[in-house]
């Protein structure tokens, strides 16, 4: 509603020096609906009342929704990544501190030099801590396309080092994940990626939280037809594990993410079958009555899944 952002002016106009404050403005940055008018006064409030917290706790919530905001101009970007740098060797502990250096990446392409910078935070902060608490942080990078030549080789050599070493840890799927996402890994390195990948869910499956993994994998174009096989059944497995049909698990469960992509492929007949006597809601979706099978073809057709059929 338009009357909070006034409401929201008002009361920082008398409050703004309260570190309470940052309650205040992430609402009002994460907003898509401000005119330049209020961006400009929100981004002015919001860059002075970090200044004046930025080596608290509470800065983290400002300081990331700032660097996400596709609005931000490269003076105040390059305020950010010093300020969030400095905050991530203050909080070396602190378990957001992967979630936000993928922040300070931003949604807008940095220079070399910042970029620089935040790779070499992120493998100070990895090389602080125990290598079990370090697969989000080393995910983070190991996602990053646009990294300068020599870093991008240091963080391939450390990850390259680290999954071999046990690409069955259960944290493993944290770099994994992102790896298998990127197009511009070369035929060899998605090819490990692959392998590891596959040791990972034999090892795994179906209890662990594997949907976004499995998915990715059936993403790909490039796996042979024993492989799709083998990620589509084992798929299946995952749903008849983790969801009961009803659109509540869905929802919760995350198991549309991993419906979408699975229902892309042709599917054989056992394997629809399978599908139709699984996806049976309980409770109505998208206006159909309770209790109306789902059918897979159906599903094809159903954006609420994540697929449209063309």
């Not at 990331?64 to 300020?83: C, K, P, Q, S």
Request: aromatic residues 6%; charged residues 25%; contains cysteine.
């Amino acid at each position: 509603m338009r009357d909070t952002v006034a409401l929201a002016r008002t009361w920082l106009t008398h409050h703004r020096s309260m570190a309470e404050a940052g309650f205040v403005l992430k609402p009002l940055l994460v907003r898509n609906d401000l005119t330049d008018g209020e961006w400009e006064w929100v981004l002015a409030e919001a860059m002075d009342w970090l200044r004046d917290h930025r080596k608290s706790r509470a800065a983290r919530r400002v300081m990331t929704a700032l660097a996400e905001h596709h609005r931000i101009g490269a003076a105040d970007r390059e305020e950010l990544v010093t300020t969030g740098i400095a905050w991530l060797e203050s909080h070396s502990h602190s378990p957001q501190s992967p979630q936000t250096l993928r922040s300070l990446f931003g949604p807008t392409h940095l220079d070399e030099a910042q970029t620089r910078r935040l790779v070499d935070c992120g493998l100070r902060w990895i090389s602080q801590q125990k290598p079990a608490d370090t697969w989000q942080m080393l995910g983070v990078l190991a996602e990053r396309s646009d990294l300068p030549p020599d870093r991008a080789a240091t963080v391939e050599s450390l990850v390259t080092a680290r999954v071999s070493a046990d690409p069955t840890a259960l944290d493993v799927r944290w770099v994994l994940e992102p790896r298998l996402a990127r197009g511009d890994i070369t035929l060899a390195q998605r090819t490990k990626a692959i392998a590891w990948s596959f040791a990972w869910l034999e090892r795994h499956l179906p209890q662990c939280d594997a949907h976004v993994l499995l998915g990715s994998l059936l993403a790909l174009e490039d796996l042979s037809a024993r492989e799709t096989g083998r990620v589509v059944e084992w798929s299946i497995e995952w749903l008849e594990h983790h969801a009961d049909g009803t659109a509540g698990t869905f929802a919760v469960q995350g198991a549309e993410e991993l419906l979408g992509p699975l229902l892309s492929l042709e599917l054989d007949a056992a394997q629809v079958r399978r599908l139709d006597a699984h996806l049976r809601e309980r409770k109505a979706l998208g206006g159909r009555t309770s209790g109306e099978a789902t059918s897979a073809r159906r599903l094809r057709e159903d954006p609420a899944f994540g697929y449209v059929g063309g």
